[in-house]
T-cell receptor, first 113, second 110 residues
Framework: QKEVEQNSGPLSVPEGAIASLNCTYSDRGSQSFFWYRQYSGKSPELIMFIYSNGDKEDGRFTAQLNKASQYVSLLIRDSQPSDSATYLCAVDHSGGGADGLTFGKGTHLIIQP | DTAVSQTPKYLVTQMGNDKSIKCEQNLGHDTMYWYKQDSKKFLKIMFSYNNKELIINETVPNRFSPKSPDKAHLNLHINSLELGDSAVYFC?????????FGPGTRLLVL
């Protein structure tokens, strides 16, 4: 069974610090990796996606992928209270999205002012 | 402009009833999905449709049936609702694997 694992948290980080969110996946053939942010009562919102090993930066967000270790992470620099949310790691096993995404259970992030 | 929309936003109904949830996307995407998010916030794929053809059906009871009248619409029909069907149902659409979610439909079965 293809699984995606995340620490459910809560992960508490002081405002202005770096928040580090981690995710592991079981299917070595997985193609694409996504981070979604979900505020309480809202729908998942795409933050980052990454396909290749290494780092990908977008503003305050950096996604890191290590396929050999089956590990993907999200770093949030200069954390703001508005970053407080649940962060969902998602994996596309098939490539192209044909089978939908497999989600982790999410990490609840709290940014302390 | 709303990219992926769902109706209704809230749905409260009795056990045994039949209900439908509608989804529309104006992004021109080829693939649409239905996901279920349970009370523990776990988000799980139910169906995937590509160009009106069902691609995958993940161990979902046959009381649930997706219907796609055209590429921009994917509706979800649920027969004989059960208490365990209470959840938030999200529609999504994608192009080249990047998925965008609708606002969700909160279903409560009494």
């Amino acid at each position: 069974q293809k699984e995606v694992e995340q620490n459910s948290g809560p992960l508490s980080v002081p405002e202005g610090a770096i928040a580090s969110l981690n995710c592991t996946y079981s299917d070595r053939g997985s193609q694409s990796f996504f981070w979604y942010r979900q505020y309480s009562g809202k729908s998942p919102e795409l933050i980052m996606f990454i396909y290749s090993n290494g780092d990908k930066e977008d503003g305050r967000f950096t996604a890191q992928l290590n396929k050999a270790s089956q590990y993907v992470s999200l770093l949030i620099r200069d954390s703001q209270p508005s970053d407080s949310a649940t962060y969902l790691c998602a994996v596309d096993h098939s490539g192209g999205g044909a089978d939908g995404l497999t989600f982790g259970k999410g990490t609840h992030l709290i940014i302390q002012p | 402009d709303t990219a992926v929309s769902q109706t209704p936003k809230y749905l409260v109904t009795q056990m045994g009833n039949d209900k439908s949830i509608k989804c529309e996307q104006n992004l021109g995407h080829d693939t649409m999905y239905w996901y279920k998010q349970d009370s523990k916030k776990f988000l799980k794929i139910m169906f995937s449709y590509n160009n009106k053809e069902l691609i995958i059906n993940e161990t979902v009871p046959n009381r649930f049936s997706p219907k796609s009248p055209d590429k921009a619409h994917l509706n979800l029909h649920i027969n004989s609702l059960e208490l365990g069907d209470s959840a938030v149902y999200f529609c999504a659409s994608s192009q080249q694997g990047i998925q965008y979610f609708g606002p969700g439909t909160r279903l409560l079965v009494l």
